[in-house]
T-cell receptor, first 112, second 113 residues
Framework: GQQLNQSPQSMFIQEGEDVSMNCTSS?????WLWYKQEPGEGPVLLIA?????ELTSNGRLTAQFGITRKDSFLNISASIPSDVGIYFC????????????FGPGTRLSVLP | DAGVTQSPTHLIKTRGQHVTLRCSPI?????VSWYQQVLGQGPQFIFQ???????GRGNFPDRFSARQFPNYSSELNVNALLLGDSALYLC????????????FGPGTRLTVT
């Protein structure tokens, strides 16, 4: 099956800083989703992207669907302590219907 | 409105046993998907069901099976448990198969000893 790569694997930032993370694939996806997962909970949907080049915001979060359809980016502005968690990207394979492929996650720690 | 609910929250089983995990989707959602999340990794797709029919299957052995009921709730069954089946099992629901926004439940933590 297809695999996604996420970078960085983990990051430690100061409260108030901006955060950037990305997700890449060797294959084309026609949908990208970004999730956040906190310990003991299921992933929570943050942003959904449906078209190449699309830029979508949700509060302090902004995500972009890469032009090549093989990557996506998530930015968090002015980070706060509650941003701590693991951020997963997920892509829908064009060939296989509704099953989504998830990346390994980026673990974000926010230092006060 | 209630979100996706899963039961039980935690479960400990012995190798070779069978387990059944349950999921109730968000009211009005007709599609349920199951994922396995091993510690330190992202969720891995197991099954998708819509209107009681299987619409997608991931790369998992036949020991894994699922079904969806008329009220759209779902069960995931795993036979002949292996140590490697220890994971968080997540259920996600969406309105229909062509809606890409899926919402996850809190998961069932399965430990196989």
């Amino acid at each position: 099956g297809q695999q996604l790569n996420q970078s960085p694997q983990s990051m430690f930032i100061q409260e108030g800083e901006d955060v950037s993370m990305n997700c890449t694939s060797s294959s084309i996806f026609n949908t990208w989703l970004w999730y956040k997962q906190e310990p003991g909970e299921g992933p929570v949907l943050l942003i959904a992207l449906y078209k190449a080049g699309e830029l979508t915001s949700n509060g302090r979060l902004t995500a972009q669907f890469g032009i090549t359809r093989k990557d996506s980016f998530l930015n968090i502005s002015a980070s706060i302590p509650s941003d701590v968690g693991i951020y997963f990207c997920a892509g829908q394979e064009m060939k296989y219907g509704q099953n989504f492929v998830f990346g390994p996650g980026t673990r974000l720690s926010v230092l006060p | 409105d209630a979100g996706v609910t899963q039961s039980p929250t935690h479960l400990i089983k012995t190798r070779g046993q069978h387990v059944t995990l349950r999921c109730s989707p968000i009211s009005g959602h007709k599609s349920v998907s199951w994922y396995q999340q091993v510690l330190g990794q992202g969720p891995q797709f197991i099954f998708q069901y819509y209107e009681k029919e299987e619409r997608g299957r991931g790369n998992f052995p036949d020991r894994f099976s699922a079904r969806q009921f008329p009220n759209y709730s779902s069960e995931l069954n795993v036979n002949a448990l292996l140590l490697g089946d220890s994971a968080l099992y997540l259920c996600a629901s969406s309105f229909q198969t062509d809606t890409y926004e899926q919402y996850f439940g809190p998961g069932t933590r399965l430990t196989v000893t």
